[in-house]
């Protein structure tokens, strides 16, 4: 079943994308060279087949990268630059001349990004101008919006800077640019709940918004997966939606939360409706998901995960006041940790493997700091700490890196004799 | 249509929606009425920028048996102002919807707190209902310092227009009936 309506292939997304690939080839071969997984002459030979058999012409492709990075950390150090710049002359510069440099920044980066990749070739360092544009219409939003006396903590300006920001990112099928206005869209479904609950005992159960956001997230990535002109944007929403949700349920799982709900006086049924509604779409969102590849065991098992969630969202935002919750969000937020471990794994998923792994060690050393803080002396805490640390740092590396050797091991099995000869 | 173009469209785009920030605020201050609001202090120099202050006005604490409460009273409010004879709007209703109980009155949207907000409060304060606005973060430019009065006890108000939504927009500091520059954190 075909959710999203099928774009004609891009022809700048496709470039990127084959070039991405062969920089990143070239860069994994010398891991598997300096691994004595493959020989010199395999290397070589592997290299020569994406037509970079020449020294330079490979050392080209692995500077890749750093155009990229540099040219990144340009595009935000500019960017915060401008930004500081006009904040600390606002009040003396004429509303006009504000505004107009502004959107001459905007519209001078756009117009630059776009010469730089379409008439120079130059992806990385246009894509980079993109960047800057974007940071500074998001910079914008908020500094027109100070200086015409809307407040700034108002939930609609971290929409309409989402709202600009997000077709750009399908443009130019850039992932930094979808991270950006998921960023939006997040802070603005905060910062409404905290307009519309700011203080009372509607305000937690209007965090479980926050969460059923996440899972509606984490399903867009999977449908985005299913087709292969969007594929690129799969991972931005899942890890994003992911995150979201780790962080929701990480602070759920302090006692404290559910003593000052308990203390609130909250009574059951007491939630908002639209933590009703944010529940019930987000569900529709998951069930697309799994409807899209009804008989993938994964996407069923992602589907039931996600209803499992909901469905404690639910039972959450209806009958709020009980201690054990504190207890029961522990035990989900473990049990997320180690099945985005068992998916990174089952599909040869290296960045659900180290994120899970960080859930994982961050749970437990929030847990330790937790049960012993106020029962040992300072000095046995952090010594024993230390050697605790020590203990799961050693046991979570020996688990990555078997995890690690197995997916390789399934997904390119060594040729017969190089890899065998290389290594011995 | 091209990739130029739909960038071109999506820069347009972009440009239109910090220019209709602007526009509707500017709508709001052509179409709004204008209210003063006294200011709780009276002394003006602690309203200056480098004060970092939070404006508190006679608005922002209404007891409870000074007006009438038409619905909960918690949360989002319209609080009804009418003209008084010192000049200055003072709270007379407080609704939970956009409906006027008096005639020829202004409603400004807040958020309304339940007391006690602390454990500590004083005994009595209970009767009053704390209601924020969004136009607390204001303060007097520091050019205009060596302007304003050095002692306490004046009038201090800020003027304020009002939407049709009773979205509250400031426009300037009043000291004895002076106007001074108002700006905004």
New interface residues.
């Given amino acids: 079943m075909c959710i999203f309506p099928g774009p004609a292939p891009n022809p700048h997304t496709q470039r990127m994308d084959d070039q991405a690939y062969r920089e990143r080839l070239a860069r994994d071969v010398a891991a598997w060279r300096r691994a004595a997984l493959i020989s010199g002459e395999q290397e070589r030979a592997i290299l020569a087949r994406i037509g970079a058999g020449e020294r330079r012409a490979v050392g080209a492709l692995r500077l890749g990268w750093l155009v990229s990075a540099v040219a990144v950390i340009a595009a935000i150090v500019l960017g915060a630059g401008i930004v500081l710049l006009f904040a600390a002359n606002w009040q003396t510069m004429p509303g006009v001349l504000r505004v107009g440099a502004l959107c001459a920044g905007i519209v001078a980066s756009y117009g630059a990004g776009y010469a730089l990749i379409e008439r120079y070739q130059m992806e990385r360092i246009g894509a980079a101008l993109l960047l800057l544009g974007v940071i500074l219409y998001n910079a914008s939003v908020f500094l027109v919006a100070q200086v015409y006396h809307v407040p700034v903590d108002s939930p609609l300006l971290w929409l309409l800077a989402a709202a600009g920001t997000l077709p750009l990112a399908y443009l130019y099928a850039s992932r930094i640019l979808l991270l950006i206005a998921i960023a939006g869209v997040t802070g603005w479904v905060v910062a409404q709940m905290v307009a519309w609950y700011p203080d009372s005992p509607k305000s937690q159960s209007a965090a479980l918004v926050v969460g059923a956001l996440a899972v509606a997230l984490y399903a867009v990535g999977r449908l985005h997966g299913d087709r292969a002109s969007l594929r690129r944007f799969a991972d931005v929403y899942a890890l994003s939606g992911l995150l979201v949700l780790l962080g929701l349920v990480y602070v759920f799982t302090f006692a404290d939360v559910w003593d000052a709900v308990i203390d609130s006086g909250v009574r059951p049924a007491a939630a908002p409706p639209v933590v009703y509604v944010a529940v019930g779409v987000a569900a529709l969102v998951a069930a697309a998901a799994w409807l899209a590849r009804p008989a993938d065991p994964v996407r069923r098992t992602e589907a039931a995960a996600q209803a499992g969630v909901l469905a404690l969202a639910a039972v959450v935002a209806t009958w709020p006041a009980w201690a054990g919750y504190a207890l029961v969000f522990n035990a989900v937020y473990f049990a997320l940790a180690f099945a985005i471990i068992a998916r990174g794994s089952l599909l040869a998923d290296e960045p659900y493997i180290n994120l899970g792994l960080a859930t994982l060690a961050i749970g437990l050393l929030t847990r330790y700091v937790d049960v012993f803080w106020s029962r040992m002396a300072t000095s046995a805490f952090f010594i024993v700490g230390g050697l605790l640390l020590f203990a799961v740092a050693f046991a979570v590396e020996r688990l990555r890196r078997s995890l690690v050797r197995e997916m390789r091991d399934g997904r390119e099995p060594p040729p017969a004799g190089g890899a065998t000869e290389a290594a011995a | 249509m091209t ?2 173009w ?2 071109a469209l ?2 347009g ?3 239109v ?3 209709s ?2 526009g509707v ?2 709508w709001a201050v052509w179409t709004g009425h204008t209210v003063v609001l006294k200011v709780a202090t009276g002394d003006p120099r602690s309203l200056l920028q480098d004060q970092y202050p939070y404006v508190r006005y006679d608005i922002s604490q209404i007891q409870r048996s000074s007006v009438r409460i038409a619905g909960k009273a ?3 409010v319209y609080v009804e102002l009418q003209r008084g004879s010192d000049g200055y709007w003072h709270a007379v209703a407080i609704h939970d919807n956009g409906d006027h109980a008096f005639k020829g009155t202004v409603l400004i949207k807040g ?1 309304a ?2 007391p006690p907000l602390y454990p500590t409060q004083a005994p009595g304060s209970a009767d009053v209902i704390y209601v924020t606005y ?1 136009i607390e ?1 204001v303060s007097i ?1 520091q050019d205009a310092a060596r302007d304003l009065p050095a002692d306490g006890g004046h009038d201090i108000a800020v003027e304020v227009r009002i939407d049709r939504f009773g979205q509250p ?2 426009r300037r500091f009043i000291v004895d009936g002076r106007a001074f520059d108002l ?2 954190r």
């Fill in positions: 990739r130029g739909k960038l999506v820069a785009a972009q440009i929606i910090l220019l920030i602007i605020r500017q918690d949360g989002e958020h707190l339940r969004g973060d430019a927009q400031p700006h905004r």
